[in-house]
């Protein structure tokens, strides 16, 4: 049984990508760039990985492929090297209140730095509407970035619709598609966005390596300098390795994504259903619309999500209370705040998010594991009973 319930925060590296890694830890070893035979080796096992990432997000070409170190690199890179290009003297940027922290630290810094700022809200049921966009839009607003899905809700966004109203005033436009990656159809070229942010190790992938689409065209000033690696797009010797390993997971999420969409979505559907119908005053954050199949996102009244989590994990659960980078802080999810949650009730939520190695077996016993833990915690709680009178 695996008691590990928090795939959106990490996954296990498949072992199937561990074998395509090995041997350029080793027997190919060279720097890519070299010019003697172990480097062009290695040069071309990573344009390899490039082409074959490349066709798995329905790119024009590989060359629209940068690797990153991860998916922060690559959220950073799209505002910096593009508004230094298009608008280095400042402009106006619009994002959404409920991006992942590498994308709002990133807009509000500039919202300081000589940019102005909008952040559009999400709705209720989780996603940001194009009219929303549209209210904030102007003339010489330069770029726009909506995160293709949410992870700690897993509302997929229109983003099609989102990037043509983006496009008729002449933005770029970029999104997060980190959590969206080989779990659900995303196609670049469909969508068409400018740039896209991925990383490996949400994919059953190597840490360590992300990588951003750019779409042919676009501006770009390189965040990183020095040795004009990546087509002078991101200095520093390639990860070769993490590449290889990022193209191998992409094509195995992809060859097995429909039975695992199918799979994880009656898996998530199962658990939010018994959860929120055994246990009063419990409800799923999100329960309908297009949305990730392995996210089941809970809004527990009554109780603090830390204290769920630490006593899950007393018993060798592991689940989260939203996303993995703001765990430690007893602030509410900046993500249920922005769909409109109140705060005290915010303060209960919890993520259990699914993977490849998760049975129906591990959900049943988890519901059984977890409704004793928020009863006691309720029974102890003050603010339950002031919110709902003594059970």
């Known amino acids: 049984m695996s008691k590990y319930l928090d795939y959106s925060a990490t996954t296990p590296l498949d072992t199937r990508v561990l074998e395509a890694m090995q041997p350029y830890f080793t027997e190919h070893f060279g720097n890519a760039n070299s010019l003697y035979k172990i480097g062009r080796d290695a040069y071309h096992a990573l344009e390899d990985a490039r082409t074959r990432f490349a066709a798995g997000i329905g790119a024009a070409q590989p060359s629209e492929v940068i690797f990153t170190s991860g998916g922060t690199e690559a959220d950073n890179a799209a505002f910096f090297s593009v508004l230094r290009r298009i608008a280095p003297d400042g402009g106006h940027i619009v994002t959404s209140a409920y991006e992942h922290h590498a994308v709002l630290e990133v807009a509000e810094w500039l919202g300081k730095h000589g940019y102005e700022l909008s952040i559009v809200s999400?709705?209720?049921d989780?996603?940001?509407?194009?009219?929303?966009?549209?209210a904030v839009l102007r003339d010489d607003t330069k770029l726009v970035s909506i995160m293709h899905s949410n992870n700690e809700i897993g509302a997929i966004n229109d983003l099609q619709g989102l990037a043509a109203v983006a496009h008729a005033v002449g933005a770029v436009v970029h999104t997060d598609a980190v959590q969206s990656l080989g779990k659900v159809p995303f196609n670049v070229g469909e969508l068409d966005v400018d740039m896209a942010s991925f990383s490996a190790h949400k994919i059953h992938g190597p840490k360590g390596v992300g990588a951003l689409y750019l779409k042919r065209g676009t501006a770009f000033d390189p965040l990183i300098k020095g040795g004009g690696q990546e087509s002078r797009r991101r200095s520093g010797t390639q990860n070769v390795a993490g590449a290889i390993g990022f193209a191998r997971a992409l094509e195995l999420m992809l060859e097995e994504r429909d039975s695992e969409y199918a799979r994880l979505s009656v898996l998530r559907d199962k658990l939010l259903s018994e959860l929120t119908g055994r246990l009063e005053n419990t409800q799923a954050t999100i329960d309908s619309g297009?949305?990730?199949?392995n996210i089941a996102p809970l809004l527990i009244n009554g109780v603090e999500g830390e204290s769920m989590l630490l006593q899950l994990d007393n018993l060798g659960w592991s689940v989260s209370t939203g996303s993995a980078c703001s765990s430690g802080s007893l602030e509410p999810s900046h993500v249920l705040l922005a769909i409109g949650v109140p705060q005290v009730i915010a303060h209960g939520s919890l993520r259990v998010s699914?993977?490849?190695?998760?049975?129906?077996?591990?959900?049943?016993?988890?519901?059984?594991?977890?409704i004793p833990i928020v009863e006691r915690l309720r029974a102890m709680s003050p603010v339950y009973h002031?919110?709902?009178g003594s059970k």
């Open 354 to 370: 699914m993977g490849r190695d998760t049975t129906e077996a591990d959900i049943e016993e988890f519901i059984e594991v977890l």
């Open 122 to 124: 999400p709705r209720a």
């Open 386 to 388: 002031k919110m709902f």
């Open 290 to 293: 297009e949305r990730l199949p």
């Open 126 to 134: 989780g996603r940001v509407h194009a009219d929303d966009l549209q």
